[in-house]
């Protein structure tokens, strides 16, 4: 049974950071390209950063360029996203998202965790 879980969500003050974690099971993680997404209230859901195998592969969307920085272990099945100097418009549900394909797409999503940067 495929399982993305993901941890560290909270309300953080503007300027502050937090760090997500995944944890994923039921599927050979490392074949897996895994990213954040995130969905604001009355927005759609947008990728935040993705990062492949080998760990070097990373994409980021523009909005979070020098400030997040996603991360992988392999060995313990689990994807990371730090975040830093937050802004109130990166308050969302961040989703962790695990991708591959052969033969066809495997696509899994975790519940989310939510974040809210406020004063």
């Known amino acids: 049974q495929v399982q993305l879980v993901e941890s560290g969500g909270g309300l953080v003050q503007p300027g502050g950071s937090l760090r997500l974690s995944c944890a994923a099971s039921g599927f050979t993680f490392s074949s897996y390209v895994m990213s954040w997404y995130r969905q604001a209230p009355g927005k759609e859901r947008e990728l935040v950063a993705s990062i492949g195998n080998p760990a070097t592969t990373t994409n980021y969307a523009d909005s979070v360029k020098a400030r997040f920085t996603i991360s992988r272990d392999n060995a313990k099945n689990a994807v990371y996203l730090q975040m830093n100097s937050l802004k109130p418009e990166d308050t969302a549900v961040y989703y962790c998202?695990?991708?591959?394909?052969?033969?066809?797409?495997?696509?899994?999503w975790g519940q989310g965790t939510q974040v809210t940067v406020s004063s």
């Open positions: 998202n695990a991708k591959t394909f052969y033969k066809r797409l495997y696509d899994y």
